[in-house]
DNA sequence: TTTAAATATTCCTTTACAGGAATATTCTTT
DNA sequence: AAAGAATATTCCTGTAAAGGAATATTTAAA
């Protein structure tokens, strides 16, 4: 997840959305410097969120859906939370009442 | 999203799936001490992920809906990776090709 | 085979931030 | 009012990581 918390590694997933790109493009789209340009790309992918694909010169990266289907899958145990309309939090309050009278 | 690449505050996420918790609960649970819990809510508060209610002494947090529903319509844009099966390689090799024979 | 393009890597410096310890704040209880 | 929970904040320190500059590596082209 840290992987897609610095700012530029979020941008070049976006630009990654709109399909493959070689690095020389990442950088001239998104203004940054060749060299970080690859940093970046090589924490993503070990971060499995991107794949490369060396093509004669160049490397052409493309994003790795299987990264982000596992990102998909964790908000899935969330999804509950705004489909349900239960209140938690009135739960939570009569829970504590209970708990206090108990003692 | 830098908010949950932190692992004690992804744990305090996941943590709240469960329901609300006060802050003591939560650095009991997690095996944290308590100002760092604090200092992470702080975080957590401000990416709008989480909220408080105050309650008496104590304050009580709980998920912020919106804010994880946020980081749902973000992947939203790439849902279409995976349902669609489309090659991105391929069409953008066969760019690429047309590109160098108009050079 | 030398040169040039595309990309990766290394080294260095600076900065952001997490954790620890101590302290401040707020509310409750006696 | 005083004492004691529950929580927040501050200050300090160490460390991880991002950016810059230079260089290495790989492959294509001449």
Request: charge should be neutral.
């Amino acid at each position: 997840m840290s992987a897609i918390a610095e700012p530029n590694r979020l941008s070049i997933i976006e630009l990654l959305r709109d399909g493959p790109c070689t690095v020389g493009e990442i950088a001239e789209h998104l203004r940054l410097r060749q060299p970080q340009v690859s940093k970046h790309l090589r924490v993503l992918c070990e971060a499995k969120l991107v794949e490369v694909h060396p093509m004669a010169n160049r490397r052409i990266y493309k994003l790795h859906v299987q990264g982000l289907k596992e990102i998909d899958s964790w908000l899935d145990s969330f999804r509950h939370l705004w489909e349900d309309r239960l209140d938690q939090l009135d739960d939570y309050l009569k829970e504590l009442q209970r708990k206090e009278k108990g003692e």
